[in-house]
């Protein structure tokens, strides 16, 4: 099956009982036995599965090529259910350039459980490879990554650790499977904030992980069933209806995206664009053999004057785009990372990163770019 038929029918049947071709939202927690322990279709209480959240698992599973998905209340319970694989004692070596949350949750929560945690710069492939030791367990990738866009090698990782007891993870959140598929570059775990391009509306908090193998999926599956991380029913039925138009909105994101980073390099009030559409752009060559030659709706700049007053003042007269954190919904969004999606990371180490304080971070909605380009036009000038 090729992808636009899969983003409809991948891991999708009709309801059994009625035909309904959409499956229903299975408002239900625990499921009648027919005698003790023997149960009707393998469904007995909802955190372990539900039919509605099945369905989506077995579309999230299909459209990532991977061999189970499941789907959890946020993108952090699903990478929050990864760590869950690793014991004290373990490192992980993570991209430095990654979502806010992600470092939060590794710096001021699992690193007290003893887990170690190092960022490194990943276009630096051999200073990733110094930083392995004995005790590697997890390599964290972002890619491209939020919110500079840069592009970190995915095979080229896997390949680095490929005789290694060492799992590759990458969250797959900014590029979603119509662009990049991680696991046919070879990694062992993809994980997705469904909130963004999979659910595709900004009207659900959900999460995704596809693992590469049955056995990977039925640990994480424990996991998640120990400790209850699960999407409910109705948002899992959310998830799945924006699936089904993801090819076609990741097309007109990417469309969009192209032609606003082509205007905004052209601007005189503009510094640095960061898109890996740009020919400008340092890692353009890797993004169109990773990324399948289009590259989704997420951009930054800067501005010439460095200024912060001048990011907040543009971002104060738009009129289109609406301020707001988050990305990936048919609407587009504008956000200043170093005050709103990336306050979580500490002043010095924006600095090193390269999140300055001027930095804006747009996610390019489904609108007509003649709309979107005009609302640039006068909120710059
Ligand atoms: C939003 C986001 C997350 C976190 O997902 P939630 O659904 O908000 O918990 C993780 N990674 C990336 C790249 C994100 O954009």
């Known amino acids: 099956m090729n992808f636009n038929t899969k983003v409809i029918h991948g891991g999708q049947q009709p309801e059994p009982h009625t035909g ?13 036995q027919e005698s003790p322990g023997k149960l009707r279709n393998g469904y007995e209480y909802s955190r372990g599965a539900n039919p509605t959240r099945q369905a989506l698992e077995d579309s999230l599973a299909a459209i990532e090529n991977g061999a189970r998905g499941l789907a959890f209340g946020s993108g952090l319970a699903a990478t929050d ?16 350039d990654l979502y806010g949350g992600s470092y ?10 003893n887990l170690k945690f190092t960022f490194i710069d990943f276009s630096d492939l051999s200073a990733v490879e110094a930083a392995i030791t004995d005790r590697t367990k997890l390599i964290w990738l972002e890619t491209p990554t939020n919110p500079l866009m840069k592009l970190i090698d995915i095979e080229a990782v896997v390949k680095m650790v490929s005789d290694r007891d060492i799992l590759v993870a990458v969250d797959n959140t900014f590029a979603s499977p119509y662009i990049q598929r991680p696991l046919d570059l070879g990694a062992d775990i993809v994980m997705h904030s469904a909130t963004k391009y ?4 900004s009207d659900v908090v959900a999460g995704a992980l596809v693992a590469k193998t049955e056995e990977l999926g039925e640990q994480l599956h424990f996991i998640q069933f120990a400790s209850g991380g699960i999407l409910g029913p109705h948002d899992s039925y959310l998830v799945l209806r924006g699936i089904k138009t993801l090819a076609l909105r990741m097309q007109r994101h990417s469309e969009n995206g192209q032609k606003i980073a082509a205007y905004l390099e052209e601007h005189p009030a ?10 400008s752009h340092p890692h353009h060559e890797l ?10 709706g997420m951009l930054s700049f800067t501005f010439k004057s460095g200024e912060k007053t001048d990011s907040f003042r543009f971002l104060e007269k738009l009129k289109v785009f609406t301020l707001a954190e988050s990305l990936g919904g048919v609407e587009s969004l504008a956000n200043h990372p170093a005050t709103m999606t990336h306050a979580s990371i500490p002043a010095d180490k924006r600095a090193e990163i390269g999140i300055t304080d001027d930095l804006v971070r747009l996610s390019v909605g489904i ?14 000038s």
């Open 287 to 296: 993004a169109t053999r990773q990324m399948k030659g289009i590259y989704g």
């Open 81 to 96: 259910c990864v760590l869950k694989l690793l014991s004290p004692g373990d490192e992980i070596i993570a991209g430095d």
């Open 104 to 113: 939060r949750l590794f710096t001021r929560l699992f690193a007290k459980y």
């Open 367 to 380: 609108e007509d770019a003649e709309d979107l380009i005009l609302d640039l036009e006068q909120a710059l």
């Open 20 to 32: 309904a071709v959409n499956v229903p939202v299975f408002l239900t927690s625990t499921f009648a």
């Open 270 to 279: 503009i510094g640095k664009v960061f898109y890996p559409g740009l020919e």
């Open 198 to 201: 999979l659910g595709g509306h």
